[in-house]
């Protein structure tokens, strides 16, 4: 399928420097398309790494998960194994690539100001295609992010994307359909959660907080979507190939996406409260509580 026919395309922006300059139109322009449900993407703007990070181009320092997680809130670096000297330049690497974007969106979204607040780095140095997981884990197959054990309590989720893969090769993504005909069609497919069984993920230590009744309904939507074979196959999607080199920025809580192939991979997450939106009547959680007719978060 084309992509103009899809009302949410990629929009492409010209930055080729983390702490570029932006004018008023192109502030408009980014901040519309993002809660549209666009991608913006940034195809000169390159994450390069210092010579001696370059060794770190390789699947092996990932060690008990998918990727490689830092937290910049408190310096933690998961999921790598090597010794503590290399350990500390991967976590330089991830902590430079989240004061960047932090930068950056401040930059492109001055509307957003302090109420943009920083969470996970995420380094995917492992080829997407072919690596075995489970469906409701496939994220080859459509989706809005949603995670079982991370609810953000209504909160949105903005993440950056750098494709550093090192021999030119592009991160393919597919984008599907606007949140609301996605929402629509898998509407009679939700169910209410069993009654007790947030507060006991909670009281258990399985969820960090509170799963909101909006978490369990993205949870559902993520889910019941990733399982419905037919609308992964027949739904309208557009496949996007994003190059070495460049970056994009996305609401990944109400954009449809996908991965089917790729290999290193930089990804820093946001948190924005639906308030501090300059459209939240565009949001999931807003979607969501007027399809459902109640509401989802408690204030
Ligand atoms: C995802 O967020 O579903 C995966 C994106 C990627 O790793 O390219
Ligand atoms: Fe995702």
Redesign the pocket.
């Known amino acids: 399928m084309d992509i103009s026919s899809l009302d949410h395309p990629v929009i492409q922006f010209e930055a080729d420097r983390w702490d570029a300059e932006f004018s008023k139109e192109i502030q408009e322009k980014a901040i519309e398309s993002l809660e549209n449900g666009s991608v913006l993407f940034f195809p000169r703007l390159n994450f390069s790494l210092l010579p001696e990070e370059t060794k770190f181009l390789e699947p092996s320092w990932v060690s008990g998960a998918k990727n490689i997680s830092y937290d910049p809130r408190n310096a933690s670096l998961k999921g790598a194994e090597g010794k503590t000297e290399d350990l500390k330049l991967l976590s330089g690497m991830l902590k430079r690539y989240a004061q960047k974007t932090k930068e950056f969106l401040h930059l492109l979204f001055p509307f957003y100001g302090s109420s943009l607040r920083i969470a996970r780095t995420s380094f995917?140095p492992v080829e997407?295609s072919g690596r075995p997981t489970s469906p409701r884990k496939d994220?080859t197959r459509l989706?809005v992010?949603a995670f079982p054990s991370s609810p953000t309590g209504g909160e949105r989720i903005l993440?950056v994307?750098s494709n550093i893969n090192p021999s030119g090769k592009p991160?393919s993504?597919r984008i599907g359909e606007p949140f609301p005909q996605y929402l629509k069609h898998l509407l009679p497919q939700l169910e209410s959660p069993t009654p007790g069984k947030r507060f006991l993920l909670y009281v258990l230590g399985i969820t960090k907080g509170y799963r909101s009744l909006y978490d369990h309904f993205m949870l559902e939507l993520h889910d019941k979507g990733k399982l419905d074979l037919q609308y992964q196959k027949n739904s309208p999607q557009v496949a996007f190939d994003f190059p070495a080199g460049s970056t994009w920025i996305v609401f990944?809580d109400q954009v449809l996406?996908?991965?089917d192939k790729?290999q290193f991979?930089l990804?820093q997450t946001f948190h924005i409260k639906i308030e501090a939106l300059k459209h939240p009547e565009k949001s999931p959680l807003k979607l969501l509580e007027a399809a459902l007719n109640k509401k989802l978060v408690s204030v």
């Open positions: 995917r997407i994220d989706h992010d993440r994307f991160r993504w990944t996406h996908a991965v790729g991979l990804e």
